[in-house]
């Protein structure tokens, strides 16, 4: 099934920056949006007719492909220097937050929000390959506010050098303390956050498990202690700290109920206190957020100007995109990521509507079919589905039915192309010798199929199983993605061809999310997961994840397969050596794209519109615009 130049290690664990959270439309995973360059202040906004004069600029990521009437950005990414005030519109239709507290958010829409007024301690700069400390003293850390060491008993040091000018709202100088507080009593606990925790267990040589802890040094340094040495141990550092004045109290004197609680999306606003460059002054459900700059935010530019240079930031929600669209032409909105379908009527009316088409390349996350193999769930007990669904040549016929052409055609206007991989392949972990076959392929489909007693036996154009059962299923998506709707419809009617009688069904998002990863109730789904440079996640790739969606949270892996994608995974874990870790990381994926528990569809090309009146907008698939949480964005 994969097209797999065999590897020579048999064995991995990955994990990334920051948890991979299932979206509902493409965005960018903290380590792939774009990060904070403190240098170079020039103009970056280039036009359609400069495109072909730009040259390779040595960004580690690919500048996407010239798409005429649309412009790119330029990299490494450059700011002009821009000025206060104006307020920037920005459409949205992933739904309402869940939330403001960062202990107990896990998707991608209360993430998404607390990020604007809640920094992380990491941030990765795609174009020069290096991580950071975001808060950090550049002074120190060769540049990068961090140095690692190793010990003589073979621990590994990552020692910190942080800011003396960061600030919560409440006035409070931010410290190391609220660092080491935090990552010791509550990102680590078992029981406060889960997550956390198994993010930062980590597994010794002898089977035995130890927790990285975090060490006060003084005021404004601090270390993290790796029990063992990792292969990219920045991305188990990242996390995001809530004010220890704030919980500390909480922690000692009430209950774990009170921590979950608090700063839910019913508190009020004036409560809630950050660090970001925003502050969250009013939230409308169903309608919209609205954020004010946050006047004690530490980072200017280089001439001394506050940041972000936006008096106001405002996010509308709505419940589809096709309303996005009719709010941009409606002045409504300052930007939207348009869909593919729209793409010539934008092109269009560019000119008239005081806009310009930004080409962000294609997306580097993957959405994909994924099946229901959880024998615990109760909609599996007694299902024949499940036995087909366990069984990768089923796996493998679902994904040679997929015409991934004509959906690229007739969703995306030929927007797009063939997605075969889990990950970017802009990764410096990819290798185009290990990919899944991503070709229409019936006959080869049917053969699969016929292999495991799959085949239409009565002449009524429905294939039934060996035991009679037809083979039908539910294959679900999010509602409000129309190209989503539209796909899910083209693979169902693809599948119906060849007797697989599949039924489309779109629901509410988040109640698709609570399905996925709690209830366990459907079939088959059509879902996407952020994903980016580092193919590292073990809340997807371990089969104790919460997010191995096709059978989570499994204390034994259920199958011999995935018993060796966890010792692949884990053995890369650990290795500090790059080129031993990719093949270890070859190796796991070879086995993931036989076995296909996830099949991928197409990576679209990514579009934005936005209007003419705002500079350092310097958007791509890696960035988000305006740069950092939008704050060089500003109004020419």
Not at 491 to 500: A, C, E, F, Q, R
Not at 519 to 547: A, C, H, K, Q, R
Not at 600 to 619: A, D, H, Q, T, Y
Request: glycine share 6%.
């Amino acid at each position: 099934m994969p097209k797999i130049k065999h590897s020579k290690i048999l064995t991995i664990i990955i994990i990334l920056n920051i948890i991979l959270i299932i979206t509902a439309s493409c965005s960018n995973d903290k380590s792939n949006s774009n990060k904070l360059i403190p240098n170079n202040q020039t103009n970056n906004d280039e036009t359609e007719e400069e495109y072909n004069n730009i040259q390779d600029t040595g960004s580690l990521v690919s500048k996407p492909k010239h798409i005429e009437n649309t412009i790119i950005n330029n990299r490494p990414t450059q700011y002009q220097i821009g000025s206060n005030g104006g307020t920037f519109v920005l459409g949205d239709y992933n739904g309402d937050p869940k939330t403001f507290n960062i202990i107990v958010a896990t998707e991608d829409v209360s993430l998404s929000i607390i990020k604007r007024f809640q920094i992380s301690l990491m941030e990765y700069n795609e174009d020069t390959g290096e991580w950071f400390v975001f808060p950090g003293d550049h002074a120190k850390g060769d540049g990068k506010g961090y140095t690692l060491d190793m010990t003589d008993d073979g621990k590994e040091i990552m020692t910190i050098y942080l800011r003396d000018d960061v600030f919560w709202t409440d006035g409070v100088k931010m410290n190391a303390d609220d660092w080491v507080w935090f990552w010791n009593n509550i990102y680590t606990d078992q029981y406060i956050s889960p997550g956390g925790h198994e993010r930062t267990t980590i597994v010794m040589k002898d089977g035995s498990k130890e927790k990285i802890t975090a060490e006060y040094i003084n005021q404004f340094e601090f270390r993290l202690i790796f029990p063992r040495p990792l292969g990219e141990p920045e991305i188990f550092a990242d996390f995001s700290p809530m004010p220890k004045h704030i919980l500390e109290p909480i922690y000692e004197e009430k209950t774990q109920e009170d921590l979950f609680t608090l700063w839910s999306i019913d508190t009020p606003l004036t409560e809630i206190v950050g660090n970001g460059p925003w502050i969250l002054t009013k939230y409308l459900p169903n309608e919209a957020l609205i954020f004010e700059s946050n006047p004690k935010f530490f980072l200017k530019d280089m001439e001394g100007n506050n940041l972000p240079y936006l008096d106001k930031l405002i996010i509308i929600s709505v419940l589809d995109q096709n309303t996005l669209n009719i709010k941009f032409v409606g002045g409504d909105l300052d930007t939207y990521q348009i869909q593919n379908s729209d793409f010539k009527q934008m092109v269009e009316g560019s000119e008239v509507g005081g806009y310009r088409l930004l080409n962000g390349g294609v997306s580097p996350d993957t959405e994909f079919v994924v099946f229901n193999q959880n024998r615990k769930s109760k909609r599996m007990k007694d299902n024949p589905v499940i036995e087909w669904f366990s069984k990768k040549e089923f796996r493998q016929a679902m994904s040679y039915l997929i015409d991934r052409k004509t959906i690229i055609n007739q969703i995306h206007m030929g927007l797009a192309e063939p997605d075969s991989t889990y990950f970017s392949k802009s990764s410096p972990y990819f290798d185009p010798d290990i990919q899944v076959d991503d070709s229409y392929d019936p006959d080869r489909a049917l053969t699969l199929l016929q292999s495991i007693g799959i085949r239409d036996r009565d002449g009524n154009g429905i294939l039934e199983d060996d035991d009679e059962n037809e083979i039908h299923f539910e294959l679900n998506t999010n509602s409000g993605n129309k190209e989503r709707e539209k796909t899910i419809n083209s693979i169902v009617n693809s599948w119906k061809t060849y007797g697989i009688n599949a039924f489309p069904s779109s629901i509410e998002f988040n109640v698709l999310v609570t399905r996925l990863t709690s209830s366990y109730d459907w079939d088959s789904v059509l879902i996407s997961l952020e994903n980016g440079l580092f193919p590292f996640n073990d809340n997807i790739y371990l089969s104790s994840g919460n997010l191995h969606i096709w059978n989570p949270k499994k204390t034994i892996p259920t199958t011999e397969w995935e018993s060796r994608v966890d010792n692949l995974y884990l053995l890369a874990k650990y290795q500090p050596n790059f080129d031993i870790r990719k093949d270890l990381i070859n190796d796991m994926f070879s086995i993931l794209y036989d076995q296909l528990p996830m099949i991928p569809l197409v990576s679209k090309n990514i579009f934005r519109v936005v209007k003419n009146v705002w500079g350092n907008v310097n958007w791509d698939i890696w960035s988000e615009i305006g740069g950092y949480n939008n704050i060089r964005l500003f109004m020419k």
